[in-house]
């Protein structure tokens, strides 16, 4: 397993963040793999973009689960959701949708890792974001190749990216 440590500086865009749209550009080959990001905001490199807010560069907006509910198969998937409870919170109510205890549970981080494992082809690859480095895990099937620590200095939490694949 590669473990890398680079500093930059803290964006709410995280694919523009220099380490992390470096690693996305060793990682993903959209020449010759099908990517889905479900929580995409701007920036994202996959092919089909699911993002809440209707300003953003995708081509659905809704829930992530109900979105990647209705897809069967891609050779990768980015994970870039809310951060904290907080966060999923703040953007759920941005968005004049009702949050619940579920959409701050455990349960609804499980449900889209379920989701990611069953769409996710045998070989192909799941780059999580966020503050922990559990990814999807053994569990789902899924073996840790790399990780990426971005701190951001100051009182900023760091990036976490871990890239798994498949087995």
Known sequence: MKIERKWAMPSAQTFIIKPIAELLKEEINTNKE????????????????????????????????????????????????????????EHYKAKGMIVTGWHTSSGWTAAIKDETARICKKGGKVICF???????????????????????????????VTVETKI
Do not use: C
Not at 135 to 156: C, N, Q, T
């Open 34 to 89: 099908i990517w889905l990001d479900p929580f995409s905001g701007s920036n994202s490199p996959a092919q089909y973009r699911n993002d809440l807010n209707e300003e953003e560069n995708a081509q659905d907006h809704e829930d992530a689960i109900d979105w990647l509910k209705r897809h069967k198969e891609a050779d990768g998937i980015l994970l870039d959701p809310p951060y904290s409870k907080r966060q999923i919170s």
């Open 130 to 160: 966020g503050w922990s480095s559990m990814g999807l895990g053994k569990s789902r099937g899924f073996r840790m190749e790399r990780i990426l620590l971005v701190p951001h200095g100051g009182d900023h939490n760091d990036t976490i």
